[in-house]
């Protein structure tokens, strides 16, 4: 098993509409996991830092499930702003992230 | 305050000639990452640096790369002798102590290998 996976997508939403994702991990030694942002031909943002089992902010939800080993990615009410592709960053106990691949959303009009 | 920079934004260059890219990363932070990014692909991890503690340089592909980090701030990614598969976005980021903590990235530079 790789050490993260995620659907790459593209995750076709339409304006208004819920999405949510997930993203695998393979070891885990810590609580802390992270998602960012990258959009088209730019660097990785930092979205959401969860230093628990969740964290919610606004429109965004992020969720970890340590027996099953992934984490979760909730965006409600979508807006096309949130075109982009999210980066998912388990949790680890070592001093290297491991990002995942993305999953690309693209929200329709 | 300044966010990470690195230079040059973009550089084409050569097959078989060595290219440097430059990462300033953001004041105070002690751990310095290099990732790299091929078009429509994740983030690869290149080497990692952590104030004067040995670097972590298992990502890096080949002996070709090679990395400094010179008086715990600003870092030098070398690439020797480029092929066309080293053709990527060069990431690096900073972040402020060991750990899972935030990291911050540079806007990277785009090597292009002719």
């Known amino acids: 098993r790789k050490e993260v996976e995620q659907d790459p997508g593209p995750f076709n939403v339409p304006e208004g509409a819920t999405v949510a994702f997930n993203c695998t991990y393979s070891?885990?030694?810590?609580?802390?996991f992270f998602w960012y942002r990258q959009d088209c031909r730019k660097e990785p943002k930092l979205l959401m830092s969860?230093?628990?089992s969740g964290n919610e902010d606004g429109r965004f939800t992020a969720q970890l499930n340590r027996a099953s080993q992934y984490i979760s990615l909730l965006i409600r009410d979508s807006k096309l702003s949130d075109s982009a592709t999210y980066l998912c960053?388990?949790?680890?106990?070592?001093?290297?992230?491991?990002f995942g691949k993305g999953n690309q959303v693209v929200v329709i009009p | 305050g300044a966010g990470v920079s690195q230079s040059p934004s973009n550089k084409v260059t050569e097959k078989g000639k060595d290219v440097e890219l430059r990462c300033d990363p953001i004041?105070?932070?002690?751990?310095l990452y290099w990732y790299r990014q091929s078009l429509g692909q994740g983030l690869e991890f290149l080497i990692y640096?952590?104030?004067?503690?040995?670097?972590?340089k298992s990502g890096l592909p080949s002996d070709r790369f090679s990395a400094e980090r010179t008086g715990g701030s600003v870092s030098t990614l070398t690439i020797q002798r480029t092929q066309q598969e080293d053709s990527a976005v060069y990431l690096c980021?900073?972040?402020?102590?060991?750990?899972?903590?935030?990291?911050?990235f540079g806007p990277g530079t785009r090597l292009t290998v002719l």
């Open positions: 980021a900073s972040s402020r102590d060991t750990g899972p903590n935030t990291q911050y």
């Open positions: 070891n885990s030694a810590s609580q802390s």
């Open positions: 969860v230093y628990s």
């Open positions: 960053v388990p949790p680890y106990g070592n001093n290297r992230l491991a």
């Open positions: 004041s105070g932070h002690t751990a």
């Open positions: 640096f952590q104030g004067n503690s040995a670097p972590d």
